[in-house]
């Protein structure tokens, strides 16, 4: 009978021990390599010509239609090991709604991370400076992304609905550029805007100086929307308030054209005329003394400022140049002459 000596045995095991660890270290740099493989993302030739990648994740979808909706997009990826990703950051039981991107570096891996944060992308809106409340409506209405929960509402409500105290709309919301998630209410946004409007007149109103002419906050609102109307330049503001402060001292007119004009409403598209002057409505600053009854757009901060810190001038006058220049005049002679030269352009 044949008989193994102890040395032959011992080498068998040591044998044994090599194959075994090197059958060990092959699992294991196969495993590796599934998962770094599996962690790769790729892109079809139509995602990567777009100008950038989204996909929208709709309030309560399921982390397992994740792939497919990626998949829509022109974005390929293992579905078991995105699956098992998503478990591992928890996103699974965590998935935020909204609009992801995905840029051509990203993983697996950085993709279920950004839906386990909620990292959404991010939708921006702006109010431009001096628009009016009609302007900001059409405008949100439009935007894709939200829940259009304002659309149909009077006024009257969406006062309410935004807690707002004044009865009218015009001159509430802040210029400004708002960013939200996809999916939020159209009320929120607005609400925003109307708080970030309140905060700023606050403290604009606590902080103002001792020339400006305005009794309440709502009324250095609708000078400062007259004002952001009126000037073609910044640095402007200020000497244009100080012209419209000066005005209401004395009790002259305000004379301003951009008033008229919003008071012959959302249609008007044409260039003010005799008419329009002469016209018997609540903002037509020719045929009375004061300020109109609300604003006639939205100021910025800028513009509330300076109708709270007026230049001191002794200016009553002003014209804006084509190129944006102010010329400002003492006196109504000295204006009817700027006016002949830069506005009629006959000369002297």
Request: charged share 25%; proline share 5%.
């Amino acid at each position: 009978m044949f008989k193994f000596n102890t040395d032959t045995i011992e080498k068998l095991k040591a044998v044994d021990k090599r194959y075994w660890a090197m059958g060990l270290a092959a699992g294991v740099v196969a495993v590796g390599l599934f998962f770094v493989c599996a962690n790769q993302i790729t892109l079809t030739d139509e995602a990567l010509s777009k100008k950038e990648i989204t996909f929208n994740v709709p309030p309560g979808t399921p982390a397992a239609r994740i792939p497919a909706i990626l998949e829509k997009e022109g974005v390929e990826v293992n579905d078991f090991y995105f699956k098992l990703s998503l478990r591992l950051t928890g996103a699974h039981k965590n998935l935020h709604a909204g609009f992801y991107r995905v840029y051509p570096d990203d993983t697996v891996g950085s993709i279920t991370e950004r839906l386990s944060k909620g990292e959404a992308y991010l939708f921006s809106w702006r109010i431009p400076d001096g628009s009016t409340y009609w302007e900001v409506r059409k405008s949100l209405n439009a935007l894709d992304g939200i829940k259009h929960d304002s659309r149909d509402m009077t006024a009257e409500a969406l006062l309410f609905a935004i807690g707002a105290k004044e009865t009218h709309l015009e001159g509430l919301f802040a210029p400004d550029t708002y960013n939200f998630h996809a999916n939020v209410s159209d009320l929120l946004i607005l609400k925003k805007a109307y708080e970030q409007q309140q905060a700023i007149l606050t403290e604009e109103w606590t902080n103002r100086g001792a020339d400006c002419q305005v009794d309440t906050p709502y009324e250095a609102l609708i000078l400062a929307s007259i004002v952001e109307r009126e000037v073609a330049r910044s640095e402007d503001r200020a000497i244009v308030a100080g012209i419209f402060s000066n005005r209401l001292r004395i009790k002259m007119p305000l004379q301003t054209d951009p008033s008229v004009i919003y008071g012959e409403g959302e249609s008007f598209g044409g260039d003010i005329k005799r008419k329009h002057l002469s016209k018997k409505t609540p903002y037509n600053t020719y045929r009375f003394v004061g300020l109109p009854p609300t604003p006639i757009g939205n100021p910025t901060r800028e513009s509330i400022h300076a109708v709270l810190h007026p230049a001191k001038t002794d200016y009553l006058y002003f014209i804006n140049k084509a190129n944006g220049d102010l010329v400002p005049s003492k006196t109504l002679a000295e204006h009817n002459r700027a006016v002949r030269r830069y506005i009629l352009n006959k000369g002297q």
